[in-house]
């Protein structure tokens, strides 16, 4: 069975740093396409940041600069450090994984098969 286990969330004040950890268990996603979306109250969910199985990066512009997204797939697990963190940041963060290994980047929440139930951030103004 195949699972995606997010943590590192939690509560920081603005201009603050988290790092989240999703590790993934069931099978090995080393060659798959993997992504962070994000969900805040009363909004639709959004892309956040992905990451091809050989490294190649993309991100939305709202996070571009202060977010970084990475891989380990020795551990099969895939990072997102946050910082500069801004009120607007708080959500619940999931992160998702493709069945497949198209080397492709994927912004739309479509292209991925597997997700995790989620961590909470709440950024403090």
């Known amino acids: 069975q195949v699972q995606l286990v997010e943590s590192g969330g939690g509560l920081v004040q603005a201009g603050g740093s988290l790092r989240l950890s999703c590790a993934a268990s069931?099978?090995?996603?080393?060659?798959?396409?993997m992504g962070w979306f994000r969900q805040a109250p009363g909004k639709e969910r959004e892309f956040v940041a992905s990451?091809?199985?050989?490294?190649?990066?993309y991100y939305a512009d709202s996070v571009k600069g202060r977010f970084t997204i990475s891989r380990d797939n020795a551990k099969n697990t895939v990072y997102l450090q946050m910082n500069s963190l801004k009120p607007e940041d708080t959500a619940v963060y999931c992160c998702?994984?493709?069945?497949?290994?198209?080397?492709?980047?994927?912004?739309?929440?479509?292209?991925?098969?597997?997700w995790g139930q989620g961590t909470q951030v709440t950024v403090s103004s």
């Open positions: 990451i091809t199985g050989s490294g190649g990066t």
């Open positions: 998702a994984a493709d069945r497949e290994a198209y080397g492709r980047i994927w912004v739309g929440e479509y292209e991925y098969d597997y």
């Open positions: 069931g099978r090995t996603f080393s060659a798959s396409t």
